[in-house]
């Protein structure tokens, strides 16, 4: 336990001054937790194992959710997330709620009076599903971006034996939107040096022109950065970091979130058969 604590100070200390301010890394919050110092591919099991199981919970079982919540938010607690932050991300899925708030109101069968509205028993059943369910998964991934990096993530990917293609052409895209972001900037600037402020449809022309202007640039300076790459020895493969040794504790520890979990489901499943 001592040999693993240590490993984890170890990438405490490894990620201490990255602080995630390209374009690809601003959902990443620098902080000094054991969660930001898990390896990357055992947090992205973790929330993916946490919402299957969250998905496999009958949507009737409100009990379950109510510590699933309970659960998520002590995880939040323990990676310095603020509340404020994961609320306002979280918006992301207000289309989906907006869905669901429409299903009740359509469809067959039972129908429950709530309020001055009749809402059909399974639409409501449903609804609440996406409702909760999709919360649940959106705050788990905001989780996993916000205490670690784009280019851990895709690392961890890597070491699930994702394959090296679709790897690698999501490593190249995350490098390239800071180069299309840098080039935007740059014009951007030019532009208001010379005086343009768009305020109208006769702006519209001179932004057409920008927006060409800038896929031509950005296309250029990624032939120079392919260019750049062979020249210091690429062949199709990204470089392989040696493979660290990852003990059990720091499994379990990493294992912990979607653990509680299935204890959470489990004692759901025997109180409902008492």
Known sequence: M????ERLKIRIQENKHHHGHDVGER??????TFIHALPSHLKIVAALCFILIVVSTPVTQWGAFVAYFLWLFT?????????????????????FIFFAVLMPFFGTGEKVQVGPFELYREGLIAGSGIVVKGTLGVMTAI??????????ILRGLERMRLPVLMVQIASF????VNVVNDEMERMKVARESRGFNA???????VLATAAGALFIRS?????????SMLSRGYQGVLPQEQKLKISGSIWLTAMIYPLVAVIIFIAQLLIGRM
């Not at 939040?76 to 603020?82: C, F, G, L, R, Y």
């Open 173 to 176: 895209m995350l490098r390239y």
């Open 75 to 95: 995880v939040v607690k323990a990676a310095q997330i603020p509340f404020l932050t994961l609320f306002k991300r979280a918006l992301i899925e207000i289309p």
């Open 219 to 227: 296309y250029e300076r990624g032939e120079r950065v392919h260019l």
């Open 199 to 205: 305020t109208g449809m006769k702006s519209w022309k």
């Open 2 to 5: 001592r040999v693993s604590q």
């Open 143 to 152: 989780i996993l971006s916000t205490s670690t990096t784009a280019r851990e």
């Open 27 to 32: 959902l990443y919050l620098h902080r000094h």
